[in-house]
């Protein structure tokens, strides 16, 4: 028993050895520091411009979200406020939507879209 311990404890005693190739490592801080990402920017507050426009909604697109310009926040949650009253989500995959009659002139003629082609759809209808 007397050798396995001395055994360990000659191990312990070892100290590391340098990787050939490799640089010293740095203190963690500074290895950590250099690692991270760059802060995103403050919120000034402002919403984005691009999101917030007011955009032209075509007539087959105004029957489901109303007439007038809207931002296209704005229209993808009145797109999502018609489906959920009309309960349009596929029971057994909800991230199908069906299509009714008046959705299905915005969703150009298919039955069925996925949530996620939704605002590609969106797109050709709003200048």
Same mark, same amino acid.
């Given at each position: 028993?007397?050798?396995?311990?001395?055994?360990?404890?000659?191990?312990?005693? *070892?100290a590391p050895t340098k990787e050939a190739g490799k640089p010293? +490592? *740095?203190?963690?801080?500074?290895?950590? +520091?250099?690692?991270?990402?760059?802060?995103?920017?403050?919120? +000034?507050? *402002?919403?984005?411009?691009?999101?917030?426009?007011?955009? #032209? =909604?075509?007539?087959?697109?105004? !029957? =489901?979200?109303? !007439?007038?310009?809207?931002?296209?926040?704005?229209?993808? !949650? !009145?797109?999502?406020?018609?489906? *959920?009253?009309?309960?349009?989500?596929?029971?057994? #995959?909800?991230?199908?939507?069906?299509?009714?009659?008046?959705?299905?002139?915005?969703?150009?003629?298919?039955?069925?879209?996925?949530?996620?082609?939704?605002?590609?759809? =969106? #797109?050709?209808? =709003?200048?």
């Amino acid at each position: 028993m007397a050798k396995a311990a001395s055994k360990t404890t000659k191990k312990a005693t *070892k100290a590391p050895t340098k990787e050939a190739g490799k640089p010293a +490592s *740095k203190t963690p801080a500074k290895a950590a +520091s250099k690692t991270a990402k760059p802060a995103a920017k403050k919120a +000034s507050g *402002k919403a984005n411009a691009g999101f917030m426009a007011p955009l #032209n =909604v075509s007539p087959e697109l105004a !029957k =489901v979200v109303g !007439k007038g310009p809207y931002p296209r926040t704005e229209i993808t !949650k !009145k797109i999502w406020d018609y489906i *959920k009253s009309k309960d349009l989500q596929d029971k057994n #995959n909800r991230r199908m939507i069906n299509a009714d009659e008046t959705l299905k002139v915005v969703f150009d003629g298919k039955d069925q879209v996925s949530m996620f082609d939704l605002a590609k759809l =969106v #797109n050709k209808h =709003v200048k």
